[in-house]
């Protein structure tokens, strides 16, 4: 469907923002936090963040509900979320890179996340970069 996988995560967003002004923010931070919900897609999920770097929704673990994420590192001790909520301060949407651990391939690999701010909340998702 989409030659490169970033397109893919911009997609992934656009359809979890439309989501959400269907449904109303309660309904779908509880939905983009369903592990096994319509937002969850393999190495593909939804995680959003607020303006203060606290994750309010996360796809794959929802222990991360509530936590401060402002000052979580990548293995190279960059604060990627600081620069997504940096990022969208100035601007609508964006990219960021960073280096993440991929659990099924047991070692750290780039990622790329697509980042877009709706109201007070920024709703992102990010796919592995074999190719970096």
Not at 41 to 53: K, M, N
Not at 58 to 81: I, Q, R, T, Y
Not at 86 to 92: E, H, S
């Given at each position: ?18 989501f ?18 319509m937002?969850v ?23 991360f509900v ?17 620069e997504?909520?940096?990022?969208a301060?100035?601007q ?9 651990y ?25 796919v592995?970069?074999y190719?970096?």
């Amino acid at each position: 469907m989409y030659e490169r996988p970033e397109e893919y995560a911009k997609y992934w967003v656009e359809q979890a923002i439309d989501f959400y002004k269907l449904v109303g923010k309660d309904v779908a931070l509880a939905e983009f936090s369903n592990t096994n919900g319509m937002f969850v897609q393999g190495d593909l999920y939804v995680f959003v963040l607020s303006t203060a770097g606290i994750m309010l929704a996360h796809g794959v673990n929802d222990k991360f509900v509530g936590l401060d994420f402002l000052a979580v590192k990548d293995s190279d001790g960059k604060a990627f979320n600081k620069e997504i909520v940096d990022n969208a301060k100035n601007q609508i949407s964006g990219w960021v890179k960073y280096k993440w651990y991929h659990p099924r391939r047991n070692k750290v690999l780039p990622k790329l996340a697509y980042f877009q701010k709706e109201n007070d909340l920024i709703f992102c998702s990010a796919v592995y970069n074999y190719e970096d």
